[in-house]
C-alpha cells in the first residue's frame, strides 16, 4: 500500500527564521496540498498542486511558499516564523477529476520559540 | 463565499450513548460531502463521503444523510465506544477547485468518549 510521509514529524524554530516542511507520497497521485491546522479552526488550504511544477495559492498563502519539485514530493516553506506559533501542517494527495478523498500524511509540528 | 459549519466544538458521552454531530454547509450546486476523523497523534482518514444528494454514506457503524433540502450532512452512530473519541472534520469539495480535489473543512467537533 501507498503512504504519505511528512519530514519532520517535530520542528522547533526560532522567530524570523525560514523553515522548510517536506512531504512526499507513493500513490502516482495527481494533486498535492498543504493544510494548516489550528485547534478550533479546523483546517485551512495553505497551497496545493495538481501535477508537477503547478502550484496554486490556498486561502493562507501569505507568509508561506511551496514547491512541487516531482509528482512525488511537495514542500512547504515557512518564510518568517513567527514567536510563539504553533500548529500543524498536514500534507495531502489525490486523484485529479474523480472526487476522490484526500489522504493525509501525518502531520508536522511546529513550535516557534 | 462557501462554507461548512460545524457547531459543537466539544461533544462528551458516555459508552453506548447515541452520537450526533451536526453539519451545515453553504455554496451552489450538490457538491461531494465527506466526513474525517482524526485520532490524537495522527492524521486525519476518511470516514465515509456521499457524492449524490439526497444519499447516504456508512462506514463502521456511523452514519450520514446528504440532505439538499435543508443543506445539511450530520453524522451519527447508534452506539459509541471509547475508541471513537478522536476530532470529526464535516468537509465538502470546492467547486473553485478546478481539476484538483480540495476540499472546505468545518472547524471539528472534539468527540470524548468516557467508558
Known amino acids: 500500500g501507498g503512504i504519505i510521509t511528512q519530514t519532520p514529524k517535530f520542528l522547533i524554530g526560532q522567530e524570523g527564521q525560514k523553515l522548510t516542511l517536506k512531504c512526499q507520497q507513493n500513490?502516482?497521485?495527481?494533486?498535492m496540498y498543504w493544510y494548516r491546522q489550528d485547534s478550533g479552526k479546523g483546517l485551512r488550504l495553505i497551497y496545493y498542486s495538481i501535477t508537477e511544477n503547478d502550484l496554486q495559492k490556498g486561502d493562507l498563502s501569505e507568509g508561506y511558499d511551496a514547491s512541487r519539485e516531482k509528482k512525488s514530493s511537495f514542500s512547504l516553506t515557512v518564510t518568517s516564523a513567527q514567536k510563539n506559533e504553533m500548529a500543524v501542517f498536514l500534507c495531502?494527495?489525490?486523484?485529479?477529476?474523480?472526487?476522490?478523498?484526500?489522504?493525509f500524511g501525518e502531520g508536522t509540528r511546529l513550535s516557534v520559540l | 463565499g462557501d462554507s461548512v459549519i460545524q457547531m459543537q466544538g466539544q461533544v462528551t458521552l458516555s459508552e453506548n450513548d447515541f452520537l450526533f454531530i451536526n453539519c451545515t454547509y453553504s455554496?451552489?450546486?450538490?457538491?461531494?460531502l465527506f466526513w474525517y476523523v482524526q485520532y490524537s497523534g495522527e492524521g486525519p482518514q476518511l470516514l465515509l463521503q456521499?457524492?449524490?444528494?439526497?444519499n447516504k454514506g456508512s462506514s463502521r457503524g456511523f452514519e450520514a444523510t446528504y440532505d439538499k433540502g435543508t443543506t445539511s450532512f450530520h453524522l451519527q452512530k447508534t452506539s459509541v465506544q471509547e475508541i471513537d473519541s478522536a476530532v470529526y472534520y464535516c468537509?465538502?469539495?470546492?467547486?473553485?477547485?478546478?481539476?484538483?480535489?480540495?476540499?472546505?473543512f468545518g472547524t471539528g467537533t472534539l468527540l470524548s468518549v468516557k467508558p
Open positions: 456521499v457524492t449524490t444528494a439526497n
Open positions: 500513490f502516482n497521485h495527481d494533486t
Open positions: 495531502a494527495s489525490s486523484m485529479n477529476n474523480n472526487n476522490q478523498a484526500p489522504l
Open positions: 468537509a465538502m469539495r470546492d467547486r473553485y477547485g478546478g481539476s484538483g480535489n480540495k476540499l472546505i
Open positions: 455554496t451552489t450546486g450538490y457538491p461531494t
